[in-house]
């Protein structure tokens, strides 16, 4: 059993379901391969995402940068400008 202080340790492996209750700091690269966010997702800094997105609710950005083919489905509203190159 571990004291309910901070612990430090070299390595650690986990098999099968794991519970952590608290917060979780990484510092360095994280490699997850599959994710589910229950709640907000702040992101601070830039986000590069490889692969669909979907977006069943509201996306509000100050710069929004698509390369690609890429189709709404649905209204687009522009607040302030449209630029096509």
């Known amino acids: 059993m ?3 202080g901070a612990s430090t340790l070299a390595s650690l492996s986990v098999t099968g379901a794991s ?3 608290g917060g979780l700091n990484v510092d360095g690269a994280s490699t997850l391969d599959a994710t589910t966010i229950d709640g ?3 992101v601070n800094g830039a ?3 490889n692969g669909n997105v979907d977006v069943q609710d509201t996306l ?3 710069v929004l ?6 189709t ?3 209204m687009v509203t522009l607040t302030d400008s449209l630029t096509v190159a």
């Not at 940068?65 to 890429?70: A, F, K, R, T, W």
Request: aromatic letters at 4%; charged letters at 20%; hydrophobic letters at 40%.
């Open 40 to 42: 907000l997702l702040r």
């Open 60 to 62: 509000t950005a100050r």
């Open 72 to 74: 709404f489905g649905d």
């Open 65 to 70: 940068q698509v390369s690609g083919n890429s």
């Open 2 to 4: 571990v004291n309910a």
């Open 19 to 21: 519970d952590l209750n």
């Open 47 to 49: 986000s590069d995402l």
